[in-house]
């Protein structure tokens, strides 16, 4: 059966082909960013990729080629997109690439190819690697102005953190035309705990993104197949052996030909794979092992280095090997195997000792001489092959040093289990401290700091409880201070209690009058402020202020007055929150710090929103949102202002774009906080639309429903007025007035408009609900909050307009709220109008404002506000277009009777419920009775019954 081993003909796949080429077309027009292409190994994923860019290419298309190695999982950070930048300085040059970027941004790409010049060194680590990740964004946004761009990334099952997080930034980002992301994926390898699961999963929600399976081929795709690598048609019999055996995997047919007509078939796949390499010479054969020890893709100067070999030994030794097809020659004088399969199969045929010996020749020869690897890639292999070889001196040290590179390229996933690795094999190198100049608490000290700029809150707070429990508060205090601090913000993130006692500690460790003490003083000021301990805060403000100023931080300084401007929004004290965050704004941008800019801006967002300047509000937001991006800080900052943008589109009434903001912010993956406040703004427009189903789970994700304590008053008053309006909805004034109890008890309420006074509003509605059961309960709700608005500060109308609706006088809140652009709380109040016009006997100026307020509702699509309008209008007979049809037989106002009567209401109770008078309803019926033809309302309710009139 001997012949080519791979087939010159390419082989079904014409559905896939068609898919790619398909989304290919979408791409073009901004429709796809990326296609998820999987399938099980060997199943000619690489195949489909490669012929899908040729077309591509022929099309005119600039195809960018990347991929996973297996090393990156230790650490080899962006390995697919600097090999594509690497293709990119290659085809252009740094020159070209640099200038298709914003000035200075090459900088950032510098951490990758050092062809960029030196890195960015603005000291903001936390935001570089946001600012990374925006670059690649730019780049490809910037390739694809001239022409369609691709970018094919192959084996994401391997792909490092950073990689994978790049990925889903670009996935969820890219909405332009023209660029279109490929990647592939084993689907046999993802267990259920492999970290690419929840990106697929992640990614499978993104508008944009398509799957795509590759199944195995046919039976008659592998005789298709075997006739292509034979030259002749295959005899019946040998395509059903081999089809029987591969079991339709492409590299298993491969695998079984070059076995020969003798072929016995072997059990283990493995052998099968191994089988053509088992052929070649021997020598062959020696230096594939010490190849596939090298990782999938080894250089040529290296792989002569640890073998030992001249140019021309080692050329001849690999003929047979490329001939054969198992090894492939690659650009830069580098050689590939043909298949991850046959490097993993030949690795691990490798005797442990062998394994030692050619992972510590490796480590040897990039030691001696760096430049046998592509630029900065040196300290993770280094740290690869020393750990291989098990070598604990040097793999301690070259984990040390690959750490920090990891660090200085924003990947600090990499650096933790890189890290990790250090504190793992301390123990066993005595004089490790001295090795790498740092003891072992600062090892876990740079860990936390890693864990906390990647997320990885809960190993995070297990390096900062490990580096605390080997000092000494008495000894060391500002190093415990810091880790304290850094505990707190760990806490913050994960949602537990006990943030300001741990600030409070810190404040007492660190030295007065230092600079020390105002890095404290920041974080414990703004926590004091969201706890609405305003006064110990403004004081602790003051004091870090002159601190910040004495010793020249100027972004201290902005950060203070940022918390100060927090302040005075909980006071509602707007005019001086703008005053103050403008102040702030500034100093960022002298400091061109992006990280007090956008939070500056984001504040205030938030402020307009409260001082009535929602249009503003959104205005700003879409210029925050451009600035976020610029600096780099989407994913914190940035999705910050999407939060206040939301809100303000929620206050206008643009529910739609409101949700739509949510959920694309929601996709970014933002910190647990900022996911809160997300949810609860689509709470609010599921409650409004009668979402019930909707609110409960998020009510239940954020622990509302579990009565969660929350340190921050925002958090308090915005949880509780969600409850109380979850329990209304459903039609429970008592579970209602049960957590409008429950929220006033509470020590301290914010003037803030859309908190304090926004709550209160609605309390007036839960006692208005729960009075005629519980009266005595409703009672005291009333007293308790009066007093508590009797202590808040009425300033700006917003605060107004809720104060009014408050207050009970619905008419002028309506009209504030009209001046306001708020449909929503303007239709609210007309219907609080309208039934307080119906009490006292005005039904015609009712039904006026109900035909006021009905339109509001509809264009907002607030189906518990328009069922509400629609049932006070059938009780004062305001006209509006009923619920059902009305009958040819009878009137609006009869069915409206006759609904009643089949409810078994009496002429008294009919009319309470019309605001008519008893002989009215007595006219009423007689009427119902003669056209219905019958004589007693028992027989009236079963004729409406049986003609469908009150459906």
Not at 160 to 180: E, G, K, M, T, Y
Not at 570 to 595: C, D, F, K, P, Y
Not at 766 to 772: F, L, M, T
Request: net charge negative; with cysteine.
């Amino acid at each position: 059966m001997r012949g080519r081993s791979v087939s010159p003909v390419f082989v079904g796949r014409e559905e896939e082909l068609a898919a790619l080429s398909e989304s290919f077309d979408e791409a073009r027009k901004g429709k796809v960013t990326a296609v998820l292409l999987g399938g099980e190994a060997g199943v000619g994923k690489t195949r489909l990729v490669q012929r899908f860019a040729d077309r591509c290419a022929a099309d005119g298309a600039h195809v960018l080629f990347g991929g996973c190695v297996e090393l990156s999982t230790e650490g080899l950070a962006y390995a697919p997109f600097t090999a594509a930048l690497r293709q990119l300085v290659r085809e252009q040059g740094p020159a070209a690439i640099a200038a298709l970027l914003p000035e200075g941004a090459e900088r950032d790409l510098a951490r990758l190819l050092p062809e960029f010049g030196e890195p960015n060194g603005d000291g903001e680590t936390d935001t570089g690697r946001a600012r990374l990740f925006e670059q690649f964004l730019t780049l490809l946004e910037r390739l694809s102005d001239s022409r369609p761009t691709v970018l094919v990334i192959e084996d994401i099952h391997w792909a490092d953190r950073s990689s994978r997080d790049l990925i889903a930034f670009l996935s969820r980002n890219l909405h332009i035309p023209q660029v279109l992301i490929v990647m592939t994926y084993r689907s046999d390898d993802l267990h259920r705990q492999h970290p690419l699961r929840p990106v697929l999963a992640e990614l499978g929600r993104v508008h944009g993104v398509h799957r795509l399976d590759l199944p195995r081929l046919s039976r008659d795709e592998v005789a298709q197949q075997m006739t292509g690598i034979l030259g002749k048609v295959p005899e019946y019999g040998s395509v059903e052996q081999v089809y029987e055996r591969s079991e339709g995997i492409p590299l298993f047919v491969e695998a079984l030909l070059e076995c020969g007509v003798d072929c016995t078939f072997p059990e283990s796949m493995q052998d099968l794979i191994l089988g053509s390499v088992e052929r070649l010479p021997e020598e062959t054969q020696r230096v594939l092992r010490i190849a596939a020890a090298g990782g999938l893709r080894v250089g040529h100067a290296l792989l002569a280095a640890v073998s030992g070999l001249s140019d021309v030994e080692l050329e001849t030794a690999l003929r047979p090997a490329i001939a054969g097809n198992v090894l492939q020659v690659a650009d830069n004088r580098a050689y590939v195997f043909r298949h991850s399969l046959i490097r993993e199969a030949v690795h691990e045929e490798l005797l442990p000792g062998e394994h030692q010996r050619l992972h510590a020749r490796y480590a040897e020869e990039i030691s001696r001489d760096r430049t046998l690897v592509p630029p900065g890639r040196a300290p993770v292999e280094l740290a690869h092959h020393w750990y291989g070889a098990r070598n604990d001196l040097w793999a301690l040290i070259s984990a040390w040093e690959a750490a920090q590179k990891s660090f200085k390229a924003f990947a600090y996933t990499e650096a933790v289990p890189l890290l990790e690795r250090v504190l793992m094999l301390w123990d066993r190198v005595p004089d490790a401290a001295e090795r790498i100049g740092a003891d072992h608490t600062a090892v876990l000290e740079r860990a936390a700091e890693a864990a906390n700029a990647g997320g990885e809150v809960d190993k995070g707070m297990k390096f900062v409880k490990a580096a605390l429990s080997q000092l000494d508060e008495t000894r060391e205090p500002g190093r415990v201070a810091q880790l304290i601090v850094r505990r707190a913000w760990f806490k913050t993130s994960k949602g537990q209690m006990g943030v300001i006692e741990d600030l409070r500690h810190a404040l007492r460790l660190v030295p007065e009058d230092t600079l020390d003490q105002a890095e404290v003083l920041n974080p414990l000021s703004r926590q004091l402020m969201l706890r609405g301990e305003i006064e110990e805060a403004s004081q602790a403000i003051g004091e870090g202020l002159r601190l910040a100023r004495e010793h020249g931080d100027r972004c201290l300084e902005a950060d203070l007055l940022l918390n100060l401007a927090l302040g005075h929004s909980l006071n509602g004290e707007l005019e001086s929150t703008i005053m103050v965050n403008e102040q702030a704004l500034e100093i960022g941008r002298q400091e061109g710090s992006g990280r007090i800019i956008t939070r500056a801006i984001g504040n205030n967002i938030d402020a307009l929103i409260d001082i009535g300047r929602s249009e503003e509000a959104v205005r700003l937001s879409e210029q925050g949102w451009a600035i976020a991006k610029q600096f780099g800080r989407l994913r914190g900052s940035g999705l910050f202002i999407k939060n206040n943008w939301a809100e303000a589109l929620e206050s206008l009434g643009r529910w739609d774009e409101a949700i739509e903001m949510v959920e694309t912010a929601l996709s970014h993956g933002p910190h647990l906080k900022t996911r809160y406040c997300l949810l609860r703004v689509r709470a609010d427009i599921g409650l409004a639309r009668g979402e019930l189903q909707l609110v409960e789970s998020i009510l239940s994700e954020i622990g509302v429903l579990k009565d969660r304590a929350e340190d921050w008053v925002q958090d308090n008053t915005v949880n509780a007025r969600l409850h109380i309006g979850w329990h209304l909805l459903k039609g429970e004034p008592g579970a209602a007035l049960a957590v409008a109890e429950r929220v006033l008890s509470l020590p301290r309420q914010s003037s803030k408009a859309m908190l304090g006074w926004r709550l209160l509003a609605l309390l007036s509605v839960v006692c208005d609900a729960a009075e005629a059961t519980e009266p005595e309960r409703a009672a005291a709700v009333r007293a308790h909050a009066a007093e508590v608005a009797a202590e808040l500060s009425v300033i700006g109308p917003v605060v107004e307009a809720y104060r009014l609706s408050y207050n009970g006088d619905f008419d002028a809140a309506a009209a504030g709220w009209e001046r306001l652009k708020r449909p929503h709380n303007q239709a609210k109040a007309l219907l609080r109008a309208a039934a307080a016009a119906a009490r006292n006997g005005d039904r015609e100026g009712a039904a006026t404002r109900l035909k006021a307020a009905l339109p509001l509702a509809q264009d907002l699509r607030a189906t518990p506000l328009i069922e509400e309008i629609e049932a006070l209008s059938r009780r004062v007979g305001g006209g509006l277009q009923p619920a059902q049809e009305p009958s040819e037989l009878l009137t609006p106002r009869e069915l409206e009777v006759l609904r009643l009567v089949t409810l078994g209401r009496t002429n008294r109770d009919i009319a309470a419920e019309l605001f008519i008078s008893a002989k009215t309803v007595s006219v009423h019926v007689s009427n119902i009775l003669a056209k219905l033809g019958v004589t007693t309302r028992g027989e009236a309710a079963a004729a409406a019954h049986r003609l469908s009139l009150l459906l």
